[in-house]
């Protein structure tokens, strides 16, 4: 699978995130890198994705001006695992939803129910 396969497979799974969900995200952004940084994963397990910001559910009214959340999702990660492709689109679908969910401030319990984790 090539870098752009993998960024159109992100790009999808956020495309089918429902209206309201979408409605609900506010200052984020999410990236694409090829492997997350020292201070990203300081122990080197290899994570798959990441949230790194403040969610909607801990902001308060004192939240402004500031730089957009940001997931990242990372290729060599799930190349890793050495899925076959559907399974690879599958882990990537896997992988950006719950940090989404981290996004908007949901337990694991409510992306459980989802389906999202």
């Given amino acids: 699978m ?3 396969d993998f960024e159109r497979i992100v790009d999808r799974t956020l495309g089918e995130l429902p209206p309201d969900i979408v409605a609900e995200i506010d200052n984020l952004t999410v990236v ?3 492997r997350p940084t020292l201070e990203q994963d300081p122990h080197g397990h290899g ?3 990441l949230y790194e910001g403040v969610s909607l559910a801990e902001r ?4 402004f001006g500031t730089l957009p959340d940001r ?7 799930h190349l ?3 899925l076959e492709r559907a399974g690879t689109e599958a882990e990537i679908r ?3 939803l719950p940090e989404i969910g981290h996004h908007l401030g949901t ?5 459980h129910e989802l389906g999202w984790a």
Avoid at 71 to 77: K, M, R, T
């Fill in 80 to 82: 890793a695992l050495g």
């Fill in 60 to 63: 308060g009214t004192g939240y």
């Fill in 2 to 4: 090539t870098r752009t």
């Fill in 32 to 34: 694409v890198e090829d």
């Fill in 94 to 96: 896997t992988t950006v």
């Fill in 71 to 77: 997931i990242s999702i990372f290729v060599n990660a």
């Fill in 107 to 111: 337990d694991d319990h409510r992306l």
């Fill in 47 to 49: 994570i798959l994705g």
